[in-house]
Each structure stands twice: as structure tokens, then as C-alpha cells.
């Protein structure tokens, strides 16, 4: 397991401590510098009784250059198959897609991506994304003072919008599915279908910023970067709501509506 992490509590880790799984290594990567000098278990990431392998990197490129830095350095010695998180996996979002993937991995020893399938490609039903500004979703990671503030602003991709810089790095991979969330797991087999220069490529344009746009338009296009997936691999919406479950509670409280109906007519 790879966790990219900034601030973040990382007691959630506890509740991977089963029987049924066992982690190689777990690989803590900080990017906070006022924990540079902490140790694994100072930050609590700890997994029955085993620290985690904490690597110190800079604040640049939001997760997504974490996980693509793993895969540079490991290139050669990457587990069969490894899931990359985030510290923010106590959210409910990913809490509840970390929890979906990680008992998949261990059933099928494979690649597990847990997606939405859009009704068309998605360089055509992204096309027009883009985003200015962007604000962290874990609230030990957002702060009021205003030189944060200031942090919240994008470097620009370069091309923009989505749907140009799709068409430029992925030419002619047609896709259908966007993993949201920064959760996946990815096989050994999978990445290495690509050289380490390939990754090496990638990673230089989420180098030098500590909140790039890129770093989305990453997390719209996992699956063409790792191109192909075989289709066995691909879950859609496994275990997975995108807006925190909030469609699954609307759900039940409609079922609950109709039955409350239903008994009135008798």
C-alpha cells in the first residue's frame, strides 16, 4: 500500500488490521515538512505492530505525482499488486472506496478500479473541464490564513481544457471510465505494459507546484494512463458513491417513503 499524505490522522489504518490481509510494506510518503523529523509511528502509521516505510518528499503535484514517484523508485521491485490512497482515506468518500478495493485485491490478486462509466468517451464528456482554483477536502489540511488562500489557485495545465490535453498525451486511447477519488490498485503486470520512462514523462508536469490542474485532469484519466485494463478489473461504482453516499441515503429514505405508503392503504 502507497499513502500519499500531508497533514492527515492516519488512525484509519487499524481497521486493515486482518487476518486476511497482509501487506507487503505499507509506504508512507510526507509531504509535510514540519513532519520530516517524525517517525512512522509518531504518525500513527502502524499496522499490526509494523511501522511504515516513510519517505519524506516535497509538497508538489498532489497526490498523483506521489503515486507516480513510487513507481519510478519501485519500478523494479513493485509488490504483485500495490493500492495507492490517500492520508484523507478517514473521509467517508474514500474511506468507503479504500474498504471496496483493498477486499477486492486480496480476492482476486489483481488490478482494481472502482469507476464511474460515463455514456461517451471521456475526452469528449470532459472536454471542457478546467479548474482555477481548488481548495483540499480534509479539513486538517484547509487553513483561513490568508497566504493559504492565496495556495488555493491552479498552475494552469498545460493545454487546457481537459478534453486538449487528452487528445495530446492520449492520442488514441478511447475510455469510458473516470476513477474519482485518487483510490485504485494497480498489478505489477499492468504498469510495467509501459517502460519507466513513460512514467518519467508524466511526472515532470506535476513537478514544481504544490497544486497543479493537471493533478485532476489526472484523476479523470488513470485508466488511459495505465492502458489497457482488462474489463474484469473494472468496477463500476464499486462500493463507491461519489458525492459521500449521499445518493445511497436518498435511496433508502425513498424506500422507506414507499413502505410507510404502502402500509396506509391497509
Not at 473516470?178 to 518519467?200: D, F, G, L, N, T
Amino acid at each position: 500500500m502507497v499513502i500519499a499524505a500531508y497533514k492527515e490522522p492516519l488512525g484509519w489504518l487499524k481497521n486493515y488490521e486482518k487476518k486476511e490481509y497482509e501487506f507487503r510494506n505499507i509506504f508512507l510518503y510526507n509531504k509535510n515538512d514540519d513532519s520530516n523529523h517524525k517517525t512512522s509511528q509518531d504518525l500513527h502509521c502502524v499496522m499490526n505492530g509494523k511501522e511504515c516505510v516513510k519517505i519524506n518528499l516535497k509538497n508538489e503535484g498532489r497526490c498523483d505525482h506521489t503515486y507516480l514517484y513510487h513507481i519510478i523508485h519501485h519500478y523494479d521491485t513493485l509488490a504483485d499488486v500495490t493500492i495507492f490512497t490517500k492520508g484523507s482515506s478517514d473521509l467517508q468518500r474514500e474511506r468507503i472506496k479504500l474498504n471496496f478495493i483493498t477486499k477486492k485485491v486480496f480476492e482476486t490478486k489483481d488490478t482494481v478500479f472502482s469507476v464511474d462509466r460515463l455514456g461517451t468517451y471521456v475526452n469528449i464528456a470532459l472536454k471542457d473541464f478546467k479548474m482555477d482554483s481548488y481548495s483540499a477536502s480534509h479539513p486538517d489540511n484547509t487553513s483561513r490564513n490568508i497566504t493559504d488562500i492565496f495556495k488555493r489557485k491552479l498552475k494552469p495545465a498545460e493545454p487546457r481544457p481537459f478534453g486538449a490535453w487528452f487528445d495530446k498525451f492520449f492520442p488514441n486511447i478511447k475510455i469510458l471510465d473516470v476513477s474519482y477519488a485518487a483510490v485504485m490498485a494497480i498489478s505489477r503486470v499492468h504498469i510495467h505494459q509501459h517502460p519507466k520512462s513513460y512514467y518519467e514523462n508524466f511526472i515532470k508536469q506535476l513537478e514544481g507546484h504544490t497544486n497543479p490542474e493537471v493533478g485532476h485532469y489526472f484523476e479523470r484519466a488513470w485508466l488511459a494512463l495505465f492502458h489497457p485494463i482488462p474489463e474484469k478489473c473494472i468496477y463500476i461504482n464499486g462500493g463507491f458513491m461519489q458525492h459521500g453516499g449521499k445518493k445511497r441515503r436518498r435511496t433508502h429514505a425513498l424506500r422507506k417513503v414507499r413502505r410507510t405508503r404502502r402500509l396506509k392503504k391497509f
